[in-house]
């Protein structure tokens, strides 16, 4: 038994959006009969970092605090378009199909051996079999950093437009839509399973898990595994999936602290590269991390069977 190396970080921002642009929905579009379905975001100024109060509230470990420090004031500008949902298992499938790209066998899975939230890395897992069923709707998982951005340069390359994984400021950005609370729906964990695919009641007691409210989210969102994308609301972008199902792959290497964190919304391309952070929890993560700010890592040629792909179109 082999666990992962996790390193939490909490980024949580305060974003200047008008109410107006927070509540628009706007026209989502398509730019290959293949292609992710794309939101247009609006612009806005933010700031990165960890209000107080937050960290202790939330239960995080003590290891895993005061990472995102200092705080930074970060604008995104207007044009960038995200995917509305996680790249889904049909996607990467015609992907796959376009260029035989192989990601090969051997995926991190979670395993409950009784006493701890442990993951052992499994040869026989893949993206066509992570280890649980799945239909061409739910996200592709098994899927390493270099698996997905492969696919973002395929994307790139058959349409002709700048795609991209997303950069950790772009991401919380969408991923708050306007909100400075924990969670795009506020901070209380309670209402986790109306807005996404948590680690809950009905993936506790499926696998005898710690049912405690620092270990489960104390509600049932009726999915084990991975779930259709776009089963449960969206935030106020029209963004789905935002906050678990699966953890989605960034552009950005790892660094311990926001220091040197680009101001215009950029990927931080420097720091510990054969590592990328990921962003959003997933279905298999206790509720501390399911969170618009925290974020962990992974190693770039690693794949697990709770992460997966959302992607951007730059300007």
């Known amino acids: 038994m082999v666990k992962v190396s ?7 921002m305060a974003v200047s959006v008008g109410d107006s642009q927070a509540q628009t929905r706007p026209q989502t579009f398509r730019d290959c009969s293949n292609c992710p379905e794309m939101v247009p975001l609006p612009g ?14 939330e239960g995080v ?16 500008a207007p044009g960038l378009a995200m995917s509305r949902t996680a790249v889904t298992l049909g996607e ?7 260029t035989g790209h192989s990601p090969g066998s051997g995926c991190w899975a979670f395993v409950n051996n009784g006493a701890t939230y442990d993951y052992q890395e499994n040869a026989g897992y893949n993206w066509r079999n992570p280890g649980f069923p799945q239909k061409e709707d739910h996200p592709v998982v098994c899927v390493s950093w270099l ?7 395929w994307l790139a390359r058959t349409t002709g437009k700048p795609y991209q994984l997303p950069s950790e400021a772009e991401w919380e950005f969408a991923a708050r839509a306007g909100t400075t609370t924990a969670r795009f729906w506020g901070d209380s964990p309670t209402a986790a399973c109306t807005y996404g695919n948590v680690l809950d009641l009905s993936l506790a007691t499926a696998q005898n898990l710690d049912r405690r409210p620092q270990f489960a989210f104390r509600c049932s969102d009726r999915h084990v595994f991975t779930a259709p994308v776009g089963s449960f609301q969206p935030n106020a ?3 789905y999936d935002m906050l ?3 953890w989605q792959w960034m552009s950005d290497c790892v660094n311990p602290t926001l220091d040197g964190q680009p101001a215009d919304g950029s990927p931080r391309l420097t720091g510990e590269c054969e590592s990328r952070s990921m962003r959003g929890g997933s279905w298999a993560h206790l509720p501390w991390y399911v969170r618009a700010g925290n974020r962990v890592r992974g190693t770039a040629t690693d794949r697990y069977n709770f992460a997966g792909i959302r992607v951007v179109r730059e300007r």
């Open 237 to 239: 972008f029209g963004l």
């Open 147 to 153: 698996d997905a951005e492969a696919y973002v340069r």
């Open 44 to 57: 806005g100024t933010f700031t990165m970092g960890v209000p107080r109060g937050e960290e202790e509230r």
């Open 61 to 76: 470990p003590l290891a895993s605090r005061g990472r995102s420090e200092p705080q930074r004031r970060v604008t995104i």
């Open 244 to 246: 678990g199902n699966v």
């Open 6 to 12: 996790f390193l939490a970080a909490i980024v949580v």
């Open 92 to 98: 990467f499938a015609a992907f796959v199909a376009a």
